[in-house]
């Protein structure tokens, strides 16, 4: 019920769509575990220092908790072709191959093996040596928190720390401030209902004193619709289809109808109103509550200390997850009610419903949401990143639209952003930009590798890395001192020209691309961008430059992967004066190669336009001319001094995508 509702097109143009099974499962994962552990540890503290009890099941146990995905062939030893490129790298010719099943998860290159094995290598070392032993950690390392929660709580000889998981979970309030049908909230009552029944087994044995329930799982989901689960939504509808599933989740674990007791009232819990507008004060409250069933109550403010007053008075909900809407406010209407929010300059209603959950978390709350990736790498939501940075444990795991989409809607690249409220434990985590591939689909949130990016922070930019050698590569390249648009002249007489189009390769040449219309003459590109220097050395360097791998790195790491902006064209580290005189005459040489090979390559294409009619375009192919490409980056390599595992790293970036 909740898919059809979502798939529906006013849904859509309200910026709601449907979100998989697998999406809400791990935010709510990431979110809701994490502060389960935060609540205990405050209980029983002593229970959570390095080397007790419950943190010796990672050390005892270490493949329990790493996902399937990294445990694929893993018994198996490399072939003596493919080992011997561990620890040299001219020997990784093989690389490239398809690797068998027998080793390898589907699509899976001998590289791609080679790097999932060292990963769970990594991680393997870690848990057996004892070095995990804070709840960040699991989500760092993206081990399986569901199990590992599960089995701390099954394991538990402490009745106090049992009664404090207990006592936990029944205090728990998760909120869905967007929340449709409901699923997020699903996937929380998913992840709660086995802890639950978990807690009550082990007390039971620990303390077996009362009789089990008659109707044990319809009261375990009730005790979680009565005190765990919040949601509200600007649509009616969407309100009365999650109360309708919820409740009929409940009912079809009803074992003995005669003795069935009464439904909980979640009216209270589940509400119809708009989060953006009204007031998260008790002092401001001075406004009676619209009835439910008013037309107009989109239009309407919803008070949370009216609504959920005991949660309020004590400084929030302990979970906020979701899936907010993607609209640009002034679609949205009721501009004149979005008042005094920092991120209002944003323009849409994402970055607004993240800024009210902060004011709605407790302090220490957990957060979770999966928005557009915008948010995290352009200039225009800078005052988001300000209200994020401002936050402790922040993920951010971030997804392309290229080879698979997570939402059926154009262009979907998104971020997923994990946080807990306030400055408990500072640090900014970040994934590499995710390619979903099909033959990989299912495995995507088992895959994640994050690494710490706190120090490399800057405004606009949240940068996508996930290894080191990619920390490596950021620092060399930002230690140069100029960036290209300091060789940019505006009545310069050398010319480069781009194109804003982004794939998987630029278009940017050292000539204007030729478009004939439908007469056969030839006419002026109207989006064709260009960039002037004064001398012809420096624009055959930055026409090289800006064809590397290590130009298209920088982009897939920083920029909203959408359009080619001149904040990147511009802003690449690259200080042409301090390059040998060599390696310049080299990347020149290069250049000309590379300018022949693009014409050479280059194909004649009719489009047809709607109101241009019928163009013919010459397009360029710079898959085509990779091997000149690969020539640039060793060359430039030796001006920024990367090693060769960083060289090899950037030769092969996303290379199986870009080129097969």
Known sequence: MGYIFEKQDNQKQMGAYYTQEDITSYIATNAIIPYLFDAVEKKCGSSFHPGTTFWQLLRTHPQRYIYPYFKKGMELALPPEIAQGIDAIPQRTTWKHPAPAICALPGETWRDVVARRRRYEEIYTKLAAGEIHCINDLITYNLDLRQFAQDVIVNCEEPDLLNAFYESLLRLTILDPTCGSGAFLFAALNILEPLYGACLDRLAHLQPSSEPHANRRYHILKTILTFNLYGV?????????CKLCLYLKLLNHVEQPEALEPLPAIDQHICTGNTLIGSTREIDIDISPVPETSPEIGDQGFHWFAAFPSIMQNGGFNVIIGNPPYVEYEKA????????????????????????????????????????????????YIPLQKILLEQSALYISSYSDQRGKLFDIPHPRLCIILFQKG????????????KLGRELRDYLFQRLEYIEVTDLVKPGIIPRYSSAVERSIHAKLHSQTHRLGDYVRRAGSHKVYYTRKLSWFVQ?????????????SLRNPSELKTLSFSTPAHAALAFV??????????????????????????????DIETIPAPLQQTLQKIAVELAQDLLRHSELIPMHFQGLGHLTIQCMFPGKSISIIDEIDRTLAQHYGFTDEELDFLLHFDRQFRVG
């Open 545 to 574: 430059a800006l064809n590397s791998h290590l130009f298209y790195w920088f982009l897939t790491t920083g920029s909203d992967c959408r359009n080619l902006n001149m904040r990147e064209v511009s802003g690449f580290p690259l």
């Open 233 to 241: 939504d600007v649509s009616q509808e969407g309100v009365e289809i």
């Open 508 to 520: 940017v040449t050292p000539f204007i691309p030729q478009i004939f219309d439908g007469q056969g």
């Open 423 to 434: 400055s408990v434990s500072p640090g900014v985590y970040s994934t590499s930009y995710i």
């Open 333 to 380: 209407g009721q501009i004149d009610k979005l008042t005094g929010y920092k991120t209002l300059s944003t323009g849409n209603l994402y970055a607004m419903t993240i800024e009210r959950c902060v004011s709605l978390l407790a302090p220490g709350g957990r957060f979770g949401m999966i928005v557009p990736s915008s948010a995290t790498c352009t200039d225009g």
